[in-house]
């Protein structure tokens, strides 16, 4: 099953009042294993940037100034996008810029049966624990010591990995390892089964005790070595 997991960097918290998004990053996953495409871009929100947000992304103003509009990445973002499930962390937040900005360009609307919240299922399987993307990265071991500040492509990419704990990926690899481990097992049967002894008469052990002989023999070569390890 192809899923887009995504991430955005906005100028604050409710398109609502006028905030924007500027950054979108976008990791295309085929069965829970990343693909390789990506679909990443700064977008220009013709309007300042507050301090406390850029504080939390490092996205200036003068930095956006010459990038593109929302409007004019929005084609090719949809086609990347295509009609495939959409995963990201807190998903009603970026769902809100994603389709403010859709609208703001008269573009449709993403589906909100699309959403695929992973706070929400954070929230059942972890019940009274931390579901910070931060949080969730420390609890499965996940290396986020590059991230710095916060980063649509780079937050995408540790929720893509989140993404596959959080639905059964290490479990999954320990149910293929005892399939693997079954198969194994049965194989060994069917070669032990092949193997049984041949039918006929059974032959007595032959005897295999030194002879008096070999001892004599064995007994003049030991007298021979001097200062033995064993003496």
Known sequence: ?????????TTGLDPRSGDRMVEIGCIEMFNLVPTGATFHAYFNPERDMPAGAEAVHGLSAAFLSDKPLFKDMAGELIEFLGDAPLVAHNAGFDF???NAELEFCGRDAVCMSRMIDTVAIAKKRHPGAKLSLDALC????????????HGALLDAELLAQVYVELK?????????????????????????????????PRREPRPHAASQAELARHREFMSGIENPLWG
Do not use: W
């Not at 099953?1 to 960097?9: K, S």
């Open 1 to 9: 099953m192809r899923e887009i997991v995504f991430d955005t960097e």
């Open 96 to 98: 809100g810029f994603l």
């Open 138 to 149: 420390s609890r499965y071991g996940i290396d986020r010591s590059h991230r710095v500040k």
């Open 168 to 200: 059964g990926g290490r479990q999954i690899g320990l149910e293929l390892a005892a399939e693997i481990a079954a198969r194994e097992t049965v194989v060994a049967s069917e070669v032990i089964a092949v193997r049984k002894a041949p039918d006929g």
